[in-house]
């Protein structure tokens, strides 16, 4: 397999990563390099195993539906690029 | 004092001999004369160590203590810290203090009451075995400055390898305890998955990371450890079982003791000095009472293949939280909300992370998830189930932790493949999940070799007692980087 100048860019589109022209061709070669590295998987015939997403066998908890943090919007919100009475400010979404 | 171990600073401590200030103080000293030529820390904050040392000094004299109170440690910039920069190593959070601690920075402040020396350099987002894709430059390895210590945990691996600190926690996604610890002649420990909290440890590859002790020697860490586990309702993978004491086996006799040696550690890839150390450790421990049986982990080799899905995969869903609009880096200018995502992340992140989101994008996206995704768990799956064949006639597995001794910086830094290949003897811990230890082993042309011991699930008490029989028979862990 082998991705193509425009694939790359596709790829950084999905992952929202600005690219340039330049790094788009770099990158075609790293990505390409990796992927060669990863397709020796696909030789293995894999029919019947159960895929394992996680190490130990185990159900995800669950808890009470209760609120158990207390309010710290302040503090939390000291650490935003931009705020506005308590809100997180970003460009206009909706005209 | 400063190449004592931490029972011995502890008893120096409980003694009074000298104070949890006069300790922080000599290891913050020790910081600011040799970090400028290594760049272990990124973050040093005399005021706050200091501030905490007197609280404990102040546990010490009320007899409240716990066995490591007012014992320095260098925390691994992963680990957010209420009030202290935690920037993981990327411009992305380069100017981000922390409004919340982790639960093991809870653990060790609050409850053990362990002093901060500050936060220790490490790759981007722990995606690195070299320490150099960190935005604040790459760390030295103590044992020669124009080597790299490993990756991801360099700056803890450098910074107790030159004395900077008596230990430092790291993590280990795909063997940044590990790789890092045998580069620098130290001993690290990556505990079963879900034995050490995630919470407030900066995400990676969530079904794979785990955090974990690096230290001089198995003792050390083992006390460090019982500090750092335990059960915690705010990650959703931690396992609630009872608590262990991580020394209680220690002194455990090694007789009978059965070692596995998989064929695959042992064929080609491997440096032939490298593999002579390891030869030299494995009989060492034959002399100690133990016997060796040759094993087999046949899909060994597809760890890396597999790591390199599953990892980006996972890291390219826990980094779509960079998005410039709550915290961490924005972009300066922008005309619209997708540009200000576009430009915040190709500005914040590098090069190195950028590559696994992309990676990681493409193989979720639609079409290729079955191929790419799906088939790397099942090799996951394989993978795993090679170790649960292997431990039915073996109780610990040994070999190389890592193919090589530490490279020169910029060696492989231009190729990732290259990198990549640096954890094919640790990656497939992770992805079973099972614990695992690097051990000082001997060196190669002057430079430390790592002993890797590979445990079954919640082995971590067994491992840590077949390190420290080895190191009571040996004398490598106790070799210093000459460094002043």
């Known amino acids: 397999m082998s991705l193509t100048l425009e694939q790359v860019k596709r790829i950084a589109h999905l992952a929202r990563i600005e690219i340039s022209d330049a790094e788009a061709l770099t990158t075609q070669g790293h990505l390409n390099g990796i992927f060669q590295l990863i397709e020796e998987m696909q030789a293995v015939d894999t029919r019947g195993v159960e895929p394992m997403a996680h190490a130990q066998d185990v159900s995800q908890r669950l808890r009470e539906d209760a609120v158990t943090e207390g309010d710290r919007r302040a503090a939390y919100q000291a650490v935003a690029p931009d705020t506005e009475a308590g809100l997180y400010l970003v460009p206009k979404v909706i005209e | ?484």
């Open chain 2, 1 to 484: 004092m400063i190449n004592k171990s931490l029972k011995q600073l502890s008893q120096a401590l409980a003694a009074k001999q000298i104070s949890s200030v006069e300790l922080s103080t000599l290891f913050l000293d020790r910081i600011e004369r040799l970090n400028p030529t290594l760049n272990a820390f990124v973050t040093v904050d005399r005021k706050k160590s200091l501030k905490m040392a007197l609280a404990a000094d102040a546990r010490i004299a009320a007899g409240t203590a716990g066995p490591l109170t007012g014992i320095p440690i260098a925390q691994k910039d992963i680990f957010c810290a209420e009030g202290w920069t935690t920037t993981c190593g990327s411009k992305m959070l380069a100017n981000f203090v922390s409004p919340y601690d982790a639960t093991v920075i809870h653990k060790m402040h609050a409850e053990a009451g362990l002093v901060s020396l500050g936060k220790t350099n490490m790759d981007e987002f722990a995606m690195g075995s070299s320490n150099e894709t960190s935005f604040f430059g790459p760390v030295r390895n103590p044992w020669d400055t124009s080597r790299v210590p490993g990756g991801s945990s360099g700056g803890s691996a450098a910074a107790v390898a030159a004395r900077l600190a008596p230990a430092a926690t790291g993590t280990d996604t795909g063997g940044s305890i590990r790789q890092p610890a045998a580069l620098c002649n130290l001993t690290g420990l990556k505990p079963t998955y879900g034995v050490v909290s995630r919470y407030g440890m900066i995400a990676f590859a969530s079904s794979l990371d785990q955090g974990g002790p690096m230290a001089a020697s198995a003792e050390d860490c083992a006390l460090l450890l019982n500090t750092m586990v335990g059960f915690d309702e705010r990650d959703s993978t931690s396992l609630d079982r009872p608590v262990e004491d991580y020394t209680r086996d220690l002194e455990k006799p090694l007789n009978g003791l059965r070692i596995g040696l998989p064929k695959e550690f042992f064929g080609e890839g491997c440096d032939a000095e490298v593999m002579t150390a390891v030869r030299a450790a494995i009989a060492e421990y034959e002399k100690l009472g133990a016997t060796t049986v040759e094993v087999s982990l046949p899909n060994s080799h597809l760890s890396v293949p597999a790591y390199y899905v599953i990892a980006p995969a996972e890291a390219s869903s826990n980094l779509s939280r960079f998005d410039g609009a709550r915290y961490g880096y924005r972009a300066p200018e922008y005309d619209n909300l997708e540009q200000m995502y576009e430009k915040t992340r190709a500005q914040g992140f590098g090069a190195e992370v950028k590559r696994r989101i992309m990676i990681g994008a493409y193989v979720l996206s639609h079409g290729y998830y079955d191929a790419y995704y799906l088939q790397a768990q099942r090799i996951r799956r394989l993978i795993a189930n090679d170790f649960v064949e292997a431990f039915k006639s073996c109780d610990v597995i040994m070999g190389p932790t890592s193919p090589s001794t530490a490279f020169k910086l910029g060696e492989k830094a231009a190729d990732p493949v290259q990198m990549y290949l640096s954890d094919i003897y640790t990656i497939a811990v992770n992805l079973a999940g099972l614990p695992g230890m690097s051990i000082p082993c001997g060196f190669a042309g002057g430079l430390p070799v790592g002993l890797q011991l590979i445990g079954n699930y919640f082995a971590e008490g067994q491992l840590l007692n077949v390190a420290h029989r080895y190191q009571q028979a040996t004398d490598w862990h106790q070799r210093r980087a000459a460094i002043e």
